[in-house]
């Protein structure tokens, strides 16, 4: 549900595997696929892979597993489209950007299993109907009642899939690298690679770093690893990524903005800890935002 990067990817790689997989997404993306299949370019693989698409939610009807990778300003609107459609059985995977959308899940589809998912990928739309793969695919699922089985067919579809009792201190540690650079890259409009290359850029990512983690101390949530390593890392690992806010910015979207940066002055706000970094992060990125509204519009 919400078939961009993400659910293409991990959509194709499923379909790879033998499963009947849908798509649910723009009408672009979904009359490429339905006149030329779902491309899949990745290292050892660029084909096209035979899957259906659709635009109308209720094409979920009959699923037993549902990849939600709607964006995080969507999860309470695309939920409600899904629930008068959804098998009483079927499990949710919560795979989106910030720390709260699976609680909001919830919240909207009571009556149904959702699992946290954190989503480490570096992936793109190439085009309608073509998705890139730039490198990792792995998932760390929160514990449920059927969680361990699903991992299992993950695994089995050749993707890394993990249960973790620590996804909050997963989702933090992903939402951690999103701040220090989804928001720069969509200021700049450049990769990670030549990004972290910039004069003064190692020590503002460090700056933004260590607000996230005193705001997560702050709020309970002991966030796992060395993220100031782990930021400088994804230069090296991720180098021609652009960010999913890059790219929202570049194309005239609203991005994800208020649920990376914004969460974390939100909750600093209300914990006492200042954010004056991911402050200003934030507020460029609506300027931005503003201005592709108003050159749009």
Known sequence: MGAGAVG?????????????????????????????????????FDGHLRVEAD????????????????????????????????????????????????????????????????????????????????????LVLEPGRRSEAVAQLLREAGIPTEVSDDVRGALWAKLVINCAYNALSAITQMPYGRLAQGEGVPAALDDVVAECLAVAAADGVQVPGDLHAAVRRIASTMPGQVSSTAQDVARGKPSEIDHLNGYVLRRGAALGIPTPVNRLLHALVKLLEGRCAVTTA
């Open 8 to 44: 293409c990817f991990y959509g194709a790689l499923l379909a790879r595997a033998g499963h009947e997989v849908v798509l649910i997404g723009r009408p672009q993306h979904v009359q490429a696929v339905r006149e030329q299949g779902l491309r899949l370019e990745m290292q050892g």
């Open 55 to 138: 635009t109308d939610a209720a094409a979920v009807r009959g699923a037993s597993l549902v990849l939600f990778t709607v964006k995080s300003t969507d999860t309470e609107t695309a939920a409600a489209q899904l629930a008068p459609h959804l098998s009483p059985d079927a499990v949710l995977l919560s795979m989106q950007n910030g720390v709260d959308n699976a609680e909001r899940l919830r919240a909207a589809l009571p009556a149904h299993e959702v699992a946290a998912t954190v989503v480490y990928v570096a992936t793109g739309m190439a085009g309608p109907g073509h998705v890139r793969h730039f490198g990792r695919n792995e």
